[in-house]
């Protein structure tokens, strides 16, 4: 029961760091708490995501053993592993890390904002005005610019439209998520307008920006979202623990001294960048958005926001699918949009069944 | 260190809380229209009333979650919405009634949270914190309940676990929104009486409570509201009148001192006869 008088417990205080964490002290001027679960988590991921590298630069047509791919990597080799790992292979296999770190570090942050896990940037509408800009942009609508920067407006247009029809994102993001997936269906549907309009030949060349993968990729594009994903990291770094008051309501988050709306705006700012470049690259994969945090938070048991974890297990599930996709009907490959589909799709009826008492929707 | 560390810090700024004719509006309804209120420091204020006559809103007016259209909320003497919002967080702590949680989090990690204002980009961690964050657990009595999850309590246990949250903010203000609507007996005791012992150690308290009795049991100042004004205030053995209960509640009752307390106690409650 209470204790009335407030007596002073015998036990003595120790002004330790709380348990699990470790502060990381630069002088007096830095003190930072970091999570040793977290630490120990995406180590992991990363050897994990280092093996299946491995095995994915040295699958394919010829194919490569994994001795021999890390001979490569590390400058050594024959000259024809050389050119198909390094010329052939690798481009692509960064294109995966890259996109599908891209779209689970989106999903995660739209989904925390959101308070909601089906609010992924896939479902709220962003993918597909993404890739209608696109489209409109390839088959020639009098815009010249180019496609990967029109996805990137797209991705900003629609955002903008389901946040202000939603008028912000409410409680629990419903109005949010139902604006969206109205956006998200004329995006859809305009699309489909714009391809059954041109002759086939200019529709075959808007393709790939519809089924989303990752073989008509532009290197320029790749190089343009690493950099976006560098920025976007650190940015969830700095802003983790403001991130980290999301879930709570918005009068919590007011009391404890912190400016809701600034911290979605910037949430928000690092989705429509992840989404859109990553779309510019591989054209919607939005699925992983969905699955890759969702790993993550399992594999965190729930605690925290994994916003690095997500990334890590968005680039695996990327990497595999697309893998898998290249692999598994060879020579015919399937676009990796269609895998994640076949995979997620089965996933998101798996959420939407399974009652658990953890699920937040 | 000394267990005496474990004595919560003075308060080093005063807390005073004040509304100069406050209006507050949902859409273009006006809720609460040009009030004037006052909490009294070291105290603890009861804000009572029917179902919608604004009294939620006015906390949330209070505590700056709701811009007023008109009016000003006075913080130490300053309009509450001109200082940053991390030194009002530092002075004025709010438990409103929709405590949404994180999935998975533990009851030290909630109360971690109530840190923040403290905390910066660069300083996520001090002595300070570890402190105050003990000193919260064993105020609410949750010590041994440290590393449980929250959704594993019980409504009284998770209740305590948000006030402590508010504890480790160490403000000298406190703001609940129905702190106990959602509880059985037992667990209002155990809220009220934390309140109760938190007034002591110094806090302004103010609470939205529909529970008459124990507002008149556990307050030192009541505020009866109705229609967005106020009807009356003051303290509970003087407010506290027959004519006042019909007025607020359209029911008539009969008032005895409670023969321990000296409180109004509120008996032979019956339906308003026409």
């Not at chain 2, 919560?8 to 209120?37: E, M, R, W, Y």
Request: aromatic share 6%.
């Amino acid at each position: 029961m209470i204790n009335h008088s407030l007596s002073m417990p015998d036990t003595p205080l120790d002004a330790s760091t709380p348990d699990g964490y470790r502060l990381i002290s630069i002088g007096q001027y830095a003190h930072i708490l970091i999570e040793k679960q977290a630490i120990i988590r995406n180590t992991w991921l990363l050897i994990l995501l280092f093996c299946a590298s491995v095995i994915t630069l040295g699958s394919g047509t010829m194919a490569i053993s994994p001795k021999e791919v890390v001979a490569v990597l590390f400058g050594q080799g024959n000259t024809m592993s050389q050119f198909i790992v390094q010329d052939i292979r690798f481009p692509r296999l960064m294109a995966a890390i890259y996109t599908g770190a891209a779209f689970s570090l989106a999903g995660c942050l739209m989904q925390t904002m959101a308070r909601n896990r089906l609010a992924t940037p896939g479902i709220i509408g962003i993918d597909n005005a993404a890739m209608a800009f696109a489209v409109s942009s390839v088959v020639g609508m009098g815009i010249s610019l180019a496609p990967s920067f029109m996805a990137l407006a797209g991705a900003a247009t629609a955002t903008a439209l389901a946040f202000g029809l939603a008028g912000g994102s409410g409680t629990r993001g419903y109005r949010f998520i139902v604006a969206g997936i109205g956006i998200g269906a004329i995006a859809g549907s305009v699309t489909q307008l714009l391809l059954s309009q041109v002759s086939i030949d200019v529709a075959n060349s808007a393709y790939p920006w519809t089924v989303g993968s990752l073989s008509a990729r532009d290197p320029f594009m790749v190089n343009v979202l690493g950099i976006g994903i560098a920025i976007c990291v650190i940015g969830c770094l700095l802003f983790s623990t403001q991130f980290a008051l999301l879930p709570f309501s918005d009068q919590v988050i007011t009391g404890l001294g912190a400016n809701i709306k600034h911290i979605r705006i910037i949430a928000l700012i690092l989705c429509i960048t992840l989404t859109g470049l990553a779309v510019a690259v591989a054209g919607p994969v939005g699925l992983v958005a969905l699955v890759g945090p969702e790993i993550a938070r399992v594999l965190s048991r729930y605690r925290g926001i994994p916003l690095i974890s997500s990334a890590l297990t968005g680039a695996l599930v990327m990497m595999l699918s697309d893998l898998f996709g290249r692999t598994v009907l060879s020579p015919i490959e399937l676009p990796v949009g269609i895998v994640t589909a076949v995979v997620g799709g089965p996933y998101l009826i798996w959420i939407l069944v399974r009652r658990s008492s953890r699920s937040s929707l | 260190m000394t267990p005496t560390a474990l004595k919560q810090k003075p308060n080093t700024f005063c807390a005073s809380l004040s509304a100069d004719k406050l209006t507050l509006k949902h859409g273009k309804v006006s809720i609460i229209d040009q009030l004037d209120v006052t909490l009294p420091e070291g105290q603890v204020t009861a804000i009572v009333g029917p179902n919608g006559c604004g009294k939620s809103t006015l906390l949330n007016g209070l505590s700056r979650v709701h811009t007023p259209s008109s009016g000003v909320v006075l913080l130490d003497g300053k309009d509450i919405h001109s200082l940053p919002s991390k030194e009002v967080a530092r002075r004025l702590a709010l438990l409103p009634q929709d405590t949404l949680a994180p999935d998975g989090i533990t009851i030290e990690e909630l109360i971690r949270f109530g840190r923040h204002p403290h905390q910066s980009l660069l300083k996520q961690w001090a002595m300070d914190d570890q402190e105050a964050i003990k000193y919260a657990l064993h105020a609410a009595d949750l010590e041994g309940l440290k590393d449980r999850l929250l959704d594993t309590l019980s409504g009284g246990q998770r209740q305590r676990a948000w006030i402590a949250m508010s504890i480790a903010q160490e403000t000298p203000l406190l703001l609940l929104d129905e702190p106990t609507s959602a509880l059985d007996l037992g667990h209002q005791i155990e809220v009220f009486e934390l309140i109760r012992n938190l007034s002591r150690q110094g806090k302004t308290l103010a609470m939205v409570v529909h529970d008459l009795p124990s507002a008149c049991r556990y307050s030192d100042h009541i505020i009866a509201m109705k229609e967005g004004k106020i009807l009356t205030q003051g303290s509970p053995k003087d407010i506290m009148t027959k004519e006042l209960v019909r007025e607020l509640y359209g029911v008539d009752c009969d008032l005895m001192p409670d023969p321990m307390t000296g409180s109004p106690i509120l008996i032979n409650i019956r339906r308003l006869r026409s």
